[in-house]
């Protein structure tokens, strides 16, 4: 039996499993997992699970995994899980995702994709990539990229996103990396058209 303590000092609940990791259908999650493209789960490193963020995952480090991106404050779980409800009461726009740690069943990156409806080109849709977070610890072994490729695949889906392009805003020292996920400098942001 494996104890996961909780990271936050103001969380008072903890987990304990039999396997190393939860799966999917022990889960409240945001999304169908269904819904992330098969072959980025494929490529995935051996040593980590990629799904939609859980109801649950204030306690698996989400806030610390942020914190690598920018001031991530604890709000408290509450408040977390007030906000995350509040997401997903805005149906088929919000597409959040973490990487989980299998070993420790700790979250070690995140990402979210949220699909913009417009009125023009034809009532198209755009997906806007936000809050990229790798562990330090982790970087390195194609996390981002398998992240950025899946929310790039949920925002080009027909089923979900539909977008004609991906956009996001990243800091001049990140532009070599969002090359190598297939983005291009544009303007002044990063897109990639489906
Ligand atoms: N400069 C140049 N190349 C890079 C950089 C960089 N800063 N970061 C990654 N790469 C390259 C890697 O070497 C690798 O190249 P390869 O295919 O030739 O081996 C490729 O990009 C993929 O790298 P990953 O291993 O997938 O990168 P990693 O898992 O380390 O994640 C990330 C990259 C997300 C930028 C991570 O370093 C991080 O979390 N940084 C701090 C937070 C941050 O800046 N997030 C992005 C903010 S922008 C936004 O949120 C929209």
Same mark, same amino acid.
């Given at each position: ?25 022990? +889960? ?24 939609? +963020? ?33 997401? !997903? ?16 069943? !700790? ?9 913009? @409806?417009?009125?023009? !080109?034809?009532?198209? @849709? ?10 330090? @610890? ?7 990229? @398998? ?6 695949? +949920?925002?080009?889906? !027909? ?8 956009? +996001? ?26």
């Amino acid at each position: 039996t494996t104890t996961i303590t909780p990271v936050s000092s103001s969380s008072s609940m903890s987990f304990s499993s039999s396997s190393s990791f939860t799966p999917n259908n022990k +889960l409240d999650l945001f999304f169908s997992p269904d819904l992330i493209p098969a072959q980025v789960i494929a490529e995935l490193h051996p040593s980590v699970h990629l799904r939609p +963020l859980s109801s649950t995952d204030y306690h698996r480090g989400h806030l610390s995994v942020l914190s690598v991106l920018t001031h991530a404050p604890d709000p408290g779980y509450s408040a977390w899980l007030k906000q995350y409800e509040a997401m !997903r009461s805005s149906p088929n726009t919000y597409y959040p995702i973490v990487i989980i740690s299998k070993e420790t069943d !700790r979250i070690v990156g995140a990402g979210t994709v949220i699909v913009e @409806r417009k009125f023009l !080109r034809g009532l198209g @849709r755009v997906g806007h990539i936000e809050d990229i977070a790798v562990d330090k @610890r982790e970087q390195g072994k194609k996390l981002g990229l @398998r992240i950025i490729q899946a929310l790039t695949g +949920l925002s080009e889906s !027909r089923d979900i996103g539909g977008c004609y392009k991906t956009i +996001l805003d990243c800091s001049d020292e990140n532009i070599p990396f969002y090359e190598k996920c297939g983005f291009e400098k544009k303007e002044n942001e990063m897109a990639k058209y489906a």
